[in-house]
């Protein structure tokens, strides 16, 4: 089954889908097909007008453009998938490099769809971390 | 067979005993027409999808706790990403911030095949708006 990640380009997270038998939809692979097939200059930072429009689906033109611009990416990721993993709370997804009004539009977009999710916490130490991949592991093998 | 390139992060926990010299031994020593490349969190592994996807089962079955992956979107030595040639370099913080997790993962994934059972986190509640009154109104 296609599941769908958050943070979209996690290490941790796309190695456990993959792990546990199912394909992580990432952003590393939206932004490879811009490299390989659109000639763009620095994928993701430069788009094409195409990829304003699917942003427009997404967020409103009053919404930033760096929000529409990344859910220009992720929002046909999520109609793809068929499960999603939100990992809360990442240190890294803090401040205006993390966006956190594009993290709450991705929530917002899974819940929306209603397809079968989970959120687990970031692992901080040893035993967030046994929660956190015990959590991901009894999700994944279910969705089989 | 596909074609389609692949090219895949290789990081190793910083708990392991492996180097990433070690790493990059072994994927030579499984003979694939694949490009190999160094680095200091372990090493970039570039070829056709098939291929890199053999070489990871490998690695996995090696090394099942150790060594973490990931695809990389762009190409190993890309001008626009390449320390070698001044790219930028977006991302390695989040990968410095994951790797310093991976202990704690790795030791969540053995307790995991073990079947240990684990303690669900506390579900974050809401900040009473009584106690932040409080607070907002307290005098030193």
């Known amino acids: 089954m296609k599941v769908f990640i958050d943070p979209p380009n996690s290490l941790i997270l796309f190695d456990l889908v993959e792990r546990f038998g199912h394909e992580p939809l990432s952003s590393m692979a939206a932004i490879q097909n811009k490299i390989d097939n659109v000639e763009v200059d620095m994928p993701p930072m430069n788009l094409t007008l195409e990829d304003v429009i699917k942003g427009l689906k997404y967020a409103g ?15 046909p990721m999520i109609e793809e998938a068929d499960a999603a993993i939100i990992m809360l709370d990442p240190p890294f997804n803090f401040g205006c490099v993390g966006c956190e009004r594009s993290n709450e539009m991705v929530k917002y977009l899974i819940k929306r769809r209603g397809i079968p999710s989970i ?3 970031y692992p901080n130490n040893e035993e967030e971390a046994k929660a956190t991949v015990g959590q991901i592991k009894e999700f994944l093998e279910g969705l089989k | ?9 290789f ?3 910083p708990e392991s005993m492996i180097t990433p010299d070690q790493l990059v031994r072994t994927i030579h020593a499984m003979g694939k027409e694949v490009t190999v490349k160094e680095t200091c969190y372990g090493c970039l592994v570039e070829g056709s999808r098939d291929l890199v996807k053999d070489i990871l089962a490998e690695v996995r079955k090696k090394h099942p706790y150790e060594i973490f992956s990931k695809v990389r979107a762009y190409p190993a030595g890309d001008p626009r990403r390449c320390r070698a040639q001044h790219g930028t370099r977006p991302g390695y913080a989040q990968l410095e911030a994951e790797w310093q997790a991976l202990p704690w993962v790795q030791n969540g994934l053995m307790c995991a095949d073990k079947g240990e059972k684990y303690k669900l986190p506390e579900e974050k509640k809401q900040f009473s708006a009584e ?8 005098k030193e």
């Open chain 2, 1 to 9: 067979m596909s074609e389609e390139r692949e090219t895949r992060i």
């Open chain 1, 119 to 121: 959120s687990v916490n």
């Open chain 2, 131 to 138: 106690k932040f009154k409080k607070i907002c109104e307290a």
């Open chain 1, 61 to 75: 033109v009053e919404v930033p453009s760096g929000v529409r611009g990344r859910l220009s990416l992720w929002g």
């Open chain 2, 11 to 13: 990081m190793i926990s």
